[in-house]
């Protein structure tokens, strides 16, 4: 599990890239700090398991899976990231549960400045647009980022100077491509709700012995 809140950003020294797989290789320095192989790390907050661990860089494998539902098959070498290691017991919780499982990705359509803030405005899916709400929290390329606009297809976050200096998003550009991970409380509230209703379990007696 993550929180959203970026360690570092580290360097693609190398990916080697099969039929329907790579294998990619990072150099960064926070992250190895006590890193070991079998650990996960979330890069551009996908998570991934690192498989070897080098002087200043670690490897990691990444499946089929994974490269068609992030834009982990964008990068080459020379491409920033951003990393986050997994969040120890005794850790603070600065952002919001990320999972490190992405949802779908998502393309930059807008970027103002406003006074020392910066707003991007991402396209995403319907099947992402359904769980961005308002003040919600979503991780953008891992970053935990408060919504702070939706429309129908589309949705604002505004991001201070520190996030914009210290992760990816300082570089983005109008038409990239960022990876998208929504709350993981909205999608369990309504798989949970959807199969009440599909087995008869939800109903206005059930609603309001309950209280609601």
Not at 1 to 30: L, N, P
Request: contains cysteine; hydrophobic residues 40%.
């Amino acid at each position: 599990m993550f929180t959203g809140i970026v360690e570092e950003t580290g360097t693609v020294r190398s990916i080697k890239k099969g039929v329907h797989s790579a294998v990619v290789t990072i150099g960064a320095s926070v992250v190895l700090n006590n890193l070991k192989q079998g650990d996960s790390v979330a890069v551009n907050g996908v998570c991934l398991t690192v498989v070897a661990l080098s002087e200043g860089s670690f490897s990691a494998d990444v499946m089929h899976e994974t490269l068609e539902r992030s834009n982990l098959w964008e990068l080459k070498a020379g491409s920033q990231v951003n990393l986050e290691r997994a969040m120890p017991l005794n850790g603070r919780f600065g952002g919001h549960i990320v999972a490190g499982h992405i949802d779908g990705t998502g393309v930059i359509r807008g970027i103002k400045t406003d006074a020392n803030a910066v707003w991007f405005t991402i396209h995403a899916s319907p099947g992402i647009m359904r769980y961005v709400i308002e003040k919600g929290s979503l991780a953008v390329d891992g970053i935990s980022l408060t919504v702070a606009d939706v429309s129908q297809h589309d949705f604002s976050v505004s991001v201070i100077p520190h996030t914009a200096q210290n992760t990816t998003l300082g570089g983005k550009r109008v038409g990239d491509t960022v990876n998208l991970e929504n709350d993981c409380i909205g999608k369990y509230v309504e798989q949970l709700l959807c199969g009440s209703v599909r087995h008869g379990n939800l109903s206005k007696d059930f609603l309001r012995k309950y209280g609601f």
